[in-house]
């Protein structure tokens, strides 16, 4: 009896051993009303060889057709890439073995997002991330406990910076990591990070390009969020999240007004810092962001 329908793991056996024999097969159709099926014989050709169970699929009555079939087949399960299987792996164990914890800062980016524009005007194609990738560096730099790492039962400091910048691909997420960006200057940080971000997107990173970090910068501003918060990669001590610059009103002088603001939220590790350590760290990365001065010495 040809049949796409019965999967033996559904029907009781009773032959010799459990086996299943013809009469369970018939007894488990009839229980299952499959001769009150109405299929099309293209979708019951396409259930079998893509190992469809057509009881499973809807049963109002109306006819089953290849459109019904395809979308099972959308929804079996399908193995997970290799590269999904790392990252989660990866922050599975950050979230168990890391205890994390959060703080947010709202930065008033209006000053130096009109600043970029006049050095864009100027051909110096600086980008926001390269803006707060070089805040990150000089506060690392004052704030070493956020640059270090421990295995839970020793903490090591790094002397170098290198800085991880989170790159979405369709298939999933890479980390390509700048090395010793303390040492390079804001033009050097453009520079290197259009090149590793463009390798990325072409599938071009070296595991030497993406291994190493020390602290890593999540950068979802592209994508209209408001807040969101990172997990901290593997081997460092926290992540900085960075949300999209949007107009909101704020309090200045006693007046509302329309200011582009930005939230950056950092991930920690409690185990190598503490709250207050958090808020001094991200808040330093705000006046940074926030000191068009600073900008102007450093694009000078």
């Known amino acids: 009896m040809a049949n796409p329908a019965a999967p033996p793991a559904r029907i009781t056996g009773t032959g010799p051993g459990g086996r299943v024999v013809e009469k369970d097969v018939r007894a488990y159709l009839e229980q299952q009303q499959y001769h009150k099926l109405r299929i099309t014989p293209a979708a019951k050709q396409l259930a079998r060889r893509e190992g469809i169970d057509v009881l499973t699929l809807r049963r109002d009555g109306e006819r089953i057709g290849v459109a019904d079939v395809q979308r099972a087949i959308a929804e079996k399960p399908k193995p997970m890439s290799k590269m999904r ?74 002397s170098h910076v290198h ?67 990172a997990i901290i990669n593997p081997g460092e001590a926290a992540i900085l999240a960075v949300s999209s610059t949007l107009p909101k009103p704020v309090v200045r002088d006693d007046r509302i007004v329309i200011r582009q603001m930005m939230n950056l939220t950092l991930s920690s590790d409690h185990r190598l810092v503490d709250g207050a350590q958090a808020a001094r760290f991200i808040n330093a990365v705000k006046q940074k962001l926030e000191d068009i001065e600073l900008w102007k010495l450093l694009t000078s």
């Open 163 to 229: 800085l991880g910048l989170a790159v979405s691909l369709e298939q999933g997420l890479v980390v390509p990591v700048i090395r010793h960006a303390d040492e390079l200057t804001l033009r050097e940080l453009n520079q290197q990070t259009k090149t590793l971000v463009d390798k990325a997107r072409a599938g071009k990173l070296t595991p030497a390009e993406m291994s190493g970090g020390t602290f890593t910068i999540s950068n979802m501003g592209m994508l209209n969020v408001e807040n969101f918060t």
């Open 85 to 158: 299987q790392v990252i989660a792996q990866r922050l599975a164990q950050s979230v168990v073995t890391a205890p994390h914890f959060y703080v947010t800062v709202a930065v008033d980016m209006t000053d130096l997002v009109g600043f970029r524009a006049q050095l864009k005007t100027a051909g110096e194609p600086y980008t926001v991330t390269d803006f707060i990738s070089q805040a990150v560096v000089l506060t690392l730099k004052e704030f070493p406990e956020f640059n270090s790492s421990t295995d839970g039962k020793t903490i090591r400091w790094h």
